[in-house]
């Protein structure tokens, strides 16, 4: 249901996006967010947006990398700038809650998340 792309290589000091999409029929989409999880390191936030939208960072990436949202077309930006080689990591999107209708149900799921896009920053 989460779709990444973007990604890749980046030297230090230079710029990746990431978009996450959000694909099938919603009643509601709560807070989205990106992690990321660096090898032999646990799986970090980076970044969460709400829908109103209103963020928030994680201090080792605050000033440096930017999320966005667009409610309309179910997805989520992530601008990474002045990337430095700790950046390095597999970046997960990430959605706290779904609401959508089966039948005439109204239901949530919960912890929904991408598979994950590589991101490498090295010279």
């Known amino acids: 249901q989460l779709v990444e792309s973007g990604g890749g290589l980046a030297q230090p000091g230079g710029s990746l996006s990431l978009s996450c999409v959000a694909s099938?029929?919603?009643?509601?989409?709560?807070?989205m967010g990106w992690y990321r999880q660096a090898p032999g390191k646990q799986r970090e936030l980076v970044a969460t947006?709400?829908?109103?939208?209103?963020?928030t960072y994680a201090d080792s990436v605050k000033g440096r990398f930017t999320i966005s949202r667009d409610n309309a077309r179910h997805t989520i930006y992530l601008q990474m700038d002045s990337l430095e080689p700790e950046d390095t990591a597999v970046y997960y999107c990430h959605i706290e809650t779904l609401l959508y209708y089966s039948g005439d149900y109204l239901r949530s799921q919960d912890d929904v998340w991408g598979r994950g896009t590589q991101v490498t920053v090295s010279s």
């Open positions: 947006i709400t829908g109103a939208p209103s963020a």
């Open positions: 099938g029929s919603f009643f509601n989409i709560g807070t």
